[in-house]
């Protein structure tokens, strides 16, 4: 593997949810793998799983770490080329990327989408701009569009929970308040797709997802009957794909509830975290034996473990 900032560079999808299964039964398995080697993680946005997660896979693998706030530790970054920088950023994308590819053999990005304007944020320029001057295998920990770190945890959830053959998954989405990107549902539906599953998606008229990721997956506007017989209920809120970024309602029957749960059959939850609870979710669901939660982000460290192994076992080839 060169990079990991989607499905796509994914050759083997088994193999990757098998490797970071593996990892988490023997964790030092590859202690040695990544010796001499640094990975820099570059946080635009907040973190508490992906940030903590990701550097504990790295330490598991013998690779040095380093950490940075974009804009807080180090200076704003211009991505646009050809501009006069007479704004806030003190720096532009071409000397950082390229200073950083120097420093590191291994660079891990987390940069949201704006929500302004759809085209820019789907453009991914960041992670475009990192990767053309950067030089060293770039890995997404949330892009404006995607968060397959997060995907490959959600499978191996899945893998690890499934009782049927062909489990029936449900993303549904969840009211909120606020604008939040579509790069979480988005993405689970990327990985759904391959894997053997029913996939069905619920939210509200205005809600649908760009049809690129929803792929196979059955769109149905009704939650409860699209709830019906789940084996795995998918909780999300994100704001509008058409109306782009806007929150066309907070619906609180959006929410989910154990009334909602027992549409299901004996359906397990999860959620990427983190979540506000009693807007999204109540409180009933997440503290009772159906939630999956805490599993789900424990796993955070077997998927970034799977993924960092397969690069490093590129660089080292
Ligand atoms: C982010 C999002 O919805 O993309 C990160 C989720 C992992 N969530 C919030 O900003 C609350
Ligand atoms: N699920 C997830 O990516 O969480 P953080 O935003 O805390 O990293």
């Given amino acids: ?13 088994n193999h990757l949810i ?39 896979a790295a330490t598991n693998l013998g690779l040095n770490v380093i950490v940075m706030n974009v804009g807080q530790d180090s200076w704003g970054l211009e991505m646009e080329e050809g501009v006069v920088m007479n704004g806030t950023k003190a720096e532009h994308v071409k000397e950082a990327a390229a200073i950083m590819g120097r420093y590191c053999n ?7 989408a704006e929500l302004e304007d759809r085209d820019k944020d789907y453009a991914e320029m960041v992670f475009q701009q990192f990767k053309k001057y950067a030089e060293v ?13 997060q995907s490959l945890a959600d499978c191996i959830t899945i893998e690890e929970f499934r009782i049927k053959e062909r489990p029936k998954v449900v993303l549904t989405w969840l009211p909120h308040f606020k604008a939040l990107p579509q790069a979480v ?34 769109v149905i506007y009704d939650q409860d009957k699209a709830l019906e017989g789940a084996d795995f209920v998918y909780g ?9 970024g806007q929150v066309l309602t907070q619906d609180p029957s959006w929410m989910i509830t154990e009334a909602k749960m027992a549409l299901t059959d004996t359906g397990k939850f999860m959620h990427c975290l983190p979540l506000r609870r009693n807007m999204k979710v109540a409180d009933e669901v997440l503290d009772g034996p159906r939630s999956l939660v805490i599993e789900q982000a424990a796993n955070r460290e077997w998927s970034a473990q799977a993924v960092l192994k397969e690069i490093l076992l590129g660089l080292n080839a």
């Fill in 1 to 13: 593997m060169k990079h990991f900032l989607s499905f796509a560079d994914v050759s083997d999808l």
């Fill in 18 to 56: 098998t490797s970071g299964i593996e990892a988490k039964r023997n964790p030092f398995a590859d202690e040695t793998l990544g010796k001499h080697k640094t990975i820099g993680l570059m946080f635009f946005n907040s973190s508490l799983r992906t940030r903590i997660s990701t550097q504990k």
């Fill in 106 to 112: 291994i660079i891990a990005i987390r940069s949201f």
């Fill in 137 to 149: 295998p770039i890995v997404n920990l949330e892009s404006a569009t995607r968060h397959p770190l």
């Fill in 185 to 218: 549902a988005n993405s689970f539906c990327e990985w759904m797709n391959p894997m053997n599953v029913e996939l069905v998606i619920t939210h509200p008229e205005g809600y649908d997802l760009d049809p690129k990721f929803v792929g196979k997956g059955q």
């Fill in 236 to 244: 999300k809120n994100w704001s509008s794909y058409t109306h782009y």
